[in-house]
């Protein structure tokens, strides 16, 4: 509050045929703050993110990254901007090496064509920035010992952390994790938690979907909650805990 929001959403809705997935949704995302967004299955919180990221567009409403609108971007573009995200469905090439699997988030980013590093003196420097964004990426998840192997050797905690890397070797101003503790045990929810509060700490701002209640309540400053399409609670996470409305919709139906 006080300073302009990094990202806006104003008064989006998304509806597929005759199923409204979101409606009037609002809420915005203060720079350097871990912002939530929860609600029971079917809340509209992955559509929330696709339209953000611009993987479909709204029916209504606009969202602005830093005062301009970009809804009408690829998601391209709206990753270029410095919209890094992570998918609630594991996006991890198994065939390809660790290394290969983040390189291909900074290779989209600094939008490099291969073939030029093969060119003397052409590209060498993006080349070099493509491999030092991946082997940052790799080190702040602590995969970077593991770069050479498969991903399908990896477990499905590490996979997770995988995701998370690609999307951060995007170098993204704003980073959002869609259920990024789905699948994982308790300790490495915890050591997640740890990861999330330390990317923070180094400067990102970071948007999180999950279901995982102890998660979002420990890290995040605000959170968002959503209930079949609308959102009925903004809040500090102990505002959002003693909310009638947030009992009853979300605490008490799972
Ligand atoms: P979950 O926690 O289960 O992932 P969610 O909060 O992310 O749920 P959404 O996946 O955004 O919720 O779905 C919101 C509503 O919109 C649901 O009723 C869903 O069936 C509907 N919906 C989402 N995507 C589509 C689509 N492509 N076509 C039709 N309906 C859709």
Request: glycine letters at 12%; hydrophobic letters at 45%; a positive charge.
């Given at each position: ?19 409204t ?17 929860i ?54 090439f ?18 490099f ?87 923070n ?46 009992r ?7």
């Amino acid at each position: 509050t006080g300073a302009a929001p990094l990202l806006d959403v104003r008064d989006v809705a998304r509806r597929y045929g005759g199923v409204t997935a979101i409606a009037n949704v609002n809420m915005t995302v203060q720079a350097g703050e871990i912002t939530g967004v929860i609600g029971p299955n079917g809340a509209g919180k992955t559509t929330l993110f696709n339209v953000i990221s611009g993987f479909t567009p709204p029916s209504e409403g606009q969202v602005f990254w830093k005062g301009k609108p970009i809804v009408r971007l690829s998601t391209h573009r709206i990753a270029r901007l410095g919209i890094g995200r992570t998918f609630q469905n594991l996006r991890v090439f198994p065939n390809m090496t660790v290394f290969d699997n983040v390189s291909v988030g900074a290779l989209g980013h600094i939008g490099f064509p291969a073939w030029r590093a093969l060119v003397p003196g052409v590209g060498q420097s993006r080349a070099q920035a493509i491999i030092r964004k991946t082997w940052e990426a790799l080190d702040t998840v602590g995969l970077a010992d593991r770069a050479g192997e498969l991903a399908a050797n990896l477990s499905y905690g590490r996979r997770r952390y995988l995701e998370i890397a690609r999307a951060l070797a995007t170098a993204p101003e704003l980073l959002i994790l869609d259920e990024p503790a789905a699948g994982l045990n308790d300790s490495e929810t915890a050591e997640l938690a740890g990861l999330i509060r330390s990317l923070n700490a180094g400067g990102a701002t970071i948007l999180l979907v999950e279901h995982d209640m102890a998660l979002v309540m420990g890290v995040c400053r605000r959170v968002v909650v959503l209930a079949a399409g609308r959102k009925i609670a903004d809040g500090s996470p102990a505002e959002v805990q003693e909310d009638a409305t947030v009992r009853q919709a979300y605490l008490g139906a799972s």
